[in-house]
């Protein structure tokens, strides 16, 4: 074991994350069982996918600064600086929006700040065309040598590949296991990993009906090829990443008073407001057993 994965071996993540029974009428009144994959108790600075996502990556990394992209409100942002500080590398974050340089920072990207990000703000159409090798090299040239880059949201074969344990770890104990997508990796790893007769539902929090290529392109890269049974329902963004509306507020209100559990509002609670749904339309035949993944925890 070299010296990075003995300090990756060191923030002991809490692995297999618990799965908890939870009671709710809304479901038992359908035949319904819901429960609660808690990834979010994983670690408390690298919760839920963040740390299944980057773990390989970082290892791969081995030390290396790290170089990455996300939105204002990102948590793989969050994520990836805390990871930085914990292990000692240094990261740069790439950020939407080159307005937001002259603004104060917002909760989510001082915590980058705090935890030792470098960010660079760009204007939108470039972020839009960071993939381009002359963008991406570019940003590169503005980075110290040797940087390796993760792409949005930590989404790629390696994310893929450290997702398939989620699977793995609900293998028996449900029949549709569901969980909020904003990139697609967490879900192409998570359907590898499910056993025969499972199957996995996507809720993406975000607009535009891409994810779906998305995610056959990570599995592809990751796997060669299709793995798993799962599907997308696109009806619960709540009008589009980091947006909501009353009634999914009201919702995620009323399900912390329910379980007392605080609900993470960019994911998790459109997730489970979108479970309610469905279980309300009759999508789950009685009987059928739903495991929701809990991918964060409020900032």
């Not at 204002?72 to 000692?88: D, E, K, M, V, W």
Request: hydrophobic letters at 40%; proline letters at 6%; glycine letters at 14%.
């Amino acid at each position: 074991m070299n010296a990075f994965d003995l300090a990756l071996s060191r923030l002991r993540p809490r692995l297999p994350s618990p799965l908890e029974p939870v009671e709710d009428e809304r479901f038992t009144r359908h035949g319904l069982r819901l429960l609660l994959k808690r990834d979010d108790l994983i670690h408390p600075d690298l919760p839920g996918n963040k740390w299944r996502k980057l773990a390989l990556n970082l290892r791969k990394a081995d030390g290396r600064p790290v170089l990455t992209f996300g939105g204002a409100y990102s948590n793989h942002l969050r994520a990836t600086a805390a990871a930085g500080r914990l292990l000692g590398f240094d990261t740069i974050g790439v950020v939407r929006g080159d307005e937001l340089a002259g603004r104060p920072l917002n909760p989510s990207l001082a915590r980058c700040a705090a935890d030792g990000m470098r960010l660079v703000f760009v204007d939108r159409s470039t972020y839009r065309a960071k993939t381009d090798p002359a963008v991406l090299a570019d940003l590169l040239d503005q980075s110290p040598p040797g940087t390796y880059v993760v792409p949005e949201g930590g989404s790629n074969s390696l994310a893929v590949q450290g997702c398939v344990a989620l699977g793995r770890e609900l293998r028996g104990a449900a029949d549709v296991v569901a969980v909020a997508c904003g990139t697609g990796g967490t879900l192409a790893g998570l359907a590898a990993g499910l056993g025969p007769g499972q199957r996995a539902l996507g809720v993406p929090v975000l607009k535009g009906g891409f994810l779906g290529e998305e995610i056959r392109t990570l599995q592809r890269a990751a796997f060669g090829g299709p793995r798993g049974e799962w599907s997308l329902d696109e009806r619960f963004h709540g009008g589009g990443y980091a947006r909501s509306t009353p009634a999914l507020d009201a919702f995620a209100q009323d399900f912390e008073a329910r379980h007392g559990l605080a609900i993470e509002r960019l994911y998790v609670a459109k997730l489970l407001h979108g479970l309610v749904a469905l279980a309300e339309e009759g999508a789950f035949a009685p009987g059928t057993t739903v495991a929701a993944v809990v991918t964060g925890a409020p900032s």
